[in-house]
C-alpha cells in the first residue's frame, strides 16, 4: 500500500550543513533502491520531513531514521495512505528553510505561519495539513 510519513524532530547542534548533504546523498541512493520519495525541510534547529512509498518500507525506514544521532526527538505527524506521490521525481529533495523568514518569502498568511509553528513544535498533527504546508516550499 502506497503510503505518506510525516515527522518533524530536533536538529543536533552537531548536525553540519555538510553532515545534511551526506543525509541527502545516502537518502537518494538508499531511497531509490526501495522507491521511496519525498522532501527533507530543515533549519538550524529542526527537520521535518516526508516520506513516501510502500508502507512497509516507510515504517522500516522510520525506525532506521529515528536512532540517527543527527537529530532527537522525532515526532510522527501523520502516516496515511495515498493513491498517488506528491513528490514522484525526488528520491529526497533537501531545502533549507530560515525560520524566521518564511512568511517573507512564502507569502504565507499570518494562519499559516502559525499552523507552520505548530507543526514544528509537534502540535499539529493532521497530514492532509502538513501536507498543504510542505508543498507551499515545492512550488
Ligand atoms: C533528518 C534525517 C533524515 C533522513 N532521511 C533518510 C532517508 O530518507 N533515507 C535514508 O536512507 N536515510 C535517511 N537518513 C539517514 C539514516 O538515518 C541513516 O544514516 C542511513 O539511512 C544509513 O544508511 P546506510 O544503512 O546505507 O549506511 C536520515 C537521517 C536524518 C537525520
Redesign the pocket.
Known amino acids: 500500500m502506497l503510503a505518506q510519513l510525516f515527522y518533524v524532530?530536533k536538529r543536533s547542534p552537531k548536525?553540519s550543513d555538510e553532515d545534511i548533504k551526506k543525509?541527502l546523498e545516502?537518502?537518494v541512493a538508499?531511497?531509490a533502491k526501495k522507491n521511496?520519495t519525498?522532501v527533507?525541510l530543515y533549519s538550524k534547529e529542526k527537520?521535518l520531513?516526508c516520506?513516501e512509498g510502500e508502507l512497509n518500507h516507510l515504517l522500516a525506514?522510520y525506525d532506521?531514521?529515528k536512532?540517527?544521532k543527527?537529530?532527537s526527538e522525532a515526532i510522527m505527524l501523520g502516516l496515511i495512505p495515498v493513491k498517488e506521490r506528491n513528490f514522484p521525481s525526488w528520491q529526497?529533495a533537501g531545502k533549507s528553510v530560515d525560520l524566521n523568514k518564511v512568511d517573507f518569502q512564502l507569502q504565507m498568511s499570518a494562519a499559516e505561519r502559525e499552523e507552520f509553528a505548530d507543526i514544528l513544535s509537534g502540535k499539529a498533527k493532521s497530514a492532509e495539513r502538513v501536507n498543504k504546508i510542505i508543498q507551499l516550499f515545492f512550488k
Open positions: 524532530s548536525c543525509i545516502v537518502s538508499n531511497n521511496i519525498g527533507l527537520f520531513q516520506i525506514l532506521k531514521i536512532l540517527d543527527r537529530h529526497m
